[in-house]
């Protein structure tokens, strides 16, 4: 009999079979600490023994809960627990409705000191490049600057632009074959026969610059272009400072995209033109921050 | 924890429809729940398990607001369909209502639970208005006065909350200006004000159980508690998405903010799903300790038990998530033996 059911390894496997596979147990102590034991046979045919302590959540520890209630709380609580059902609910028996009720999946909440907003975020980049060394692809190693980033990402992109010119040899060697090769088969366009999107085409808008600004076009509002700023200029400052002729609708200052340091520009766009011209007079040449401020209309994207 | 979902089904579709949460209360012994939403009903719910009490149905339109006394007797509600509704809460019918000729965007109580005051909006050619009305409390709540105790129009920007000060004399108001003021109730004069509160719209205004401060969110990302008497400024919680609720954790030194980016601005933003977490900060530290996620869309309303052992949030995904506090929450101490008394 043994013998028919060939992948057998052992006979304490045989043993088993013949009885019927164990209900589990499940059993309370006096602590209410609830026991359950499960047997599930998993892939390799072995018995797994699953035990599983857990304190009794379910319905009857909400009983206890509700005794204890009464015990503290008011009359009231448990006068509403007695309630018909009204409205849509007319008639419906006792007990939540799954149509209405479900339990969702355990979240966490984990108190800790610290101002999590000040932590950062993981990049999507950074996410990548985490599972890349998981999965043994090696770093990511910049092709033009060598550096820990994608070449797509290279801060010297523009001044190093190896990988576009027909003379510079392909560094990387094997990886690099592919861009190469494509480049110089491109006919030469005027930027090299580097692929441009065509919201960069002709003119060089920055992309989606039109798009997605929350408020609308920035060219609705009465807008002051702020110069000769200090580096450290933050977008509150400046709220403060023009905050006080009218209501500033937005303000943009002006970064630098890698070190987020400022440029020395920025935009203060008001709700109302007769205070942003106000704001004007008063604070174009003003000392602000040991620097004079230089304060005008910011002109409209195509008259510049 | 493992959060409670509650969501009124829709005898069309299989799935629940999506209707967004505009306000959701706790009772004061924390029993009930009560949630209004965008379309015309208000639920009622037991908070410790889930199961839905009733509905209230009489409204014709998005019930923006509810409020419900201190003896779970008499709910009250404002909605889009231009009247404010007394319900009771036991049995579900409607007792009285008022008509007015714009929504009402906002009631509230009193600490006695004899009067009521509410913000009608501002629209065709109509004034935003502010009007108190006497709750006859004998008999069976049906004899009630149509006319309001007072009333009057706040000049300026429209005002978008409202509530009881510390006596019934006064009214504070948050506006769409991000100016918080109180009002006299009687005359109606502005007392005092804080022009500068917020710098962006008010979503909402919540107060201490003992109404000696008040905290408020708005849509310029920050949250501020305020003295009720002179609107002094007290704290200031700085976040980096537009709040729609703020709501004080009784008992412990936290508040617990909700809110997320508007869903234009969603998909331009993070990768990290829409920051709709609701998020605890330390009261005093006005540091954030701590956050909950759960919700598909932003946070509109956010309600703690006046026990302080649970709390629930309502989410524009049509969602209210009831979540009971572990015993964690009770023993957590984030800043060590550094223990704030309440």
């Not at chain 1, 039109?210 to 580096?231: F, K, Q, Y």
Request: glycine share 10%; with cysteine; hydrophobic share 30%.
């Amino acid at each position: 009999m043994a013998a028919a059911n060939a992948p057998k390894t052992s006979w304490a496997d045989d043993v088993d079979e013949f009885e019927t596979p164990p209900k589990g147990e499940d059993y309370t102590d006096e602590n209410g600490i609830r026991t359950t034991v499960e047997y599930t046979i998993n892939d390799d045919g072995k018995k797994v023994k699953a035990s599983l302590a857990r304190r009794l959540e379910n319905k009857i520890t909400r009983k206890i809960k509700r005794v204890l209630q009464k015990a503290v709380v008011d009359h009231s609580v448990a006068e509403r627990k007695t309630w018909a059902k009204f409205g849509l609910e007319k008639g419906s028996k006792p007990g939540p409705d799954r149509a209405t009720t479900t339990v969702g999946e355990n979240v966490y909440l984990k108190l800790s000191a610290g101002n999590k907003s000040s932590e950062p975020e993981q990049s999507a980049e950074q996410s990548v490049k985490a599972s890349l060394a998981k999965a043994g692809a090696g770093k990511v190693v910049c092709r033009l600057c060598k550096g820990d980033h994608f070449t797509a990402k290279c801060p010297y992109k523009d001044s190093l632009s190896g990988l576009d010119g027909t003379d510079t040899p392909p560094a990387g060697g094997d990886d690099t074959g592919a861009p190469a090769e494509s480049s110089a088969a491109a006919p030469a366009s005027s930027i090299g026969g580097k692929y441009v999107p065509p919201s960069m085409r002709g003119g060089g808008r920055g992309p989606g610059e039109s798009m997605g600004r929350p408020g609308g076009n920035r060219d609705d509002l009465p807008t002051l272009r702020v110069t000769n700023i200090s580096e450290d200029t933050q977008e509150n400052d400046l709220r403060d400072l023009f905050g006080v002729f009218g209501r500033v609708a937005r303000v943009y200052v002006g970064r630098d995209r890698e070190t987020g340091a400022g440029k020395g520009f920025a935009f203060v766009s008001f709700e109302e033109k007769s205070s942003a011209q106000k704001a004007m007079e008063k604070t174009h040449g003003r000392g602000y921050d040991n620097l004079i401020l230089s304060v005008q209309w910011s002109q409209p994207r195509e008259q510049r | 924890m493992r959060p409670i979902l509650l969501q009124e089904p829709d005898p069309d579709h299989f799935a629940g429809h999506e209707r967004s949460l505009t306000q959701i209360k706790f009772n004061r012994e924390g029993d009930l729940l009560f949630t209004c939403s965008k379309d015309s009903i208000i639920n009622v719910w037991y908070a410790h398990n889930g199961e839905r009490l009733g509905t209230y149905d009489g409204h014709n339109g998005t019930v923006w607001t509810i409020d419900v006394d201190s003896s779970s007797r008499f709910l009250v509600s404002g909605s889009a369909d231009n009247t404010m509704r007394l319900w009771s809460v036991e049995t579900g019918k409607c007792l009285f209502f008022w008509e007015f000729p714009t929504a009402v965007k906002r009631v509230a109580f009193n600490e006695e639970d004899d009067q009521v005051v509410c913000i009608t909006e501002q629209r065709m050619g109509h004034q935003g208005a502010v009007r108190v009305f006497e709750i006859n409390r004998d008999g069976d709540g049906t004899n009630q006065s149509k006319e309001p105790i007072s009333m009057f129009n706040p000049v300026g920007s429209k005002a978008v909350v409202c509530a009881f000060a510390h006596t019934n004399d006064l009214i504070i108001t948050g506006h769409e200006s991000g100016k918080v003021s109180l009002f006299d109730a009687k005359s109606g004069e502005e007392v005092q004000l804080n022009e500068h509160a917020h710098r962006d719209t008010v979503t909402d205004l919540q107060l201490a159980p003992d109404r000696s401060y008040f905290i408020t969110s708005s849509k310029d990302k920050t949250a501020r508690i305020h003295e009720t008497r002179t609107l002094t400024v007290l704290k200031t919680f700085v976040t980096e998405t537009p709040l729609n609720s703020a709501a004080i954790a009784p008992g412990k030194p936290y508040i617990l903010l909700g809110g997320g980016q508007d869903a234009m601005s969603v998909t331009t933003t993070s990768l990290r799903q829409g920051k709709f977490e609701t998020r605890f900060w330390h009261k005093v530290l006005e540091e954030e300790v701590g956050r909950v996620k759960g919700h598909f869309g932003p946070v509109n309303t956010i309600a703690v038990s006046p026990k302080g052992d649970c709390y629930a949030s309502g989410g524009e995904d049509g969602f209210v998530r009831v979540h009971h506090f572990d015993e964690t929450y009770f023993r957590a101490k984030p800043y060590g033996d550094l223990e704030i008394e309440d």
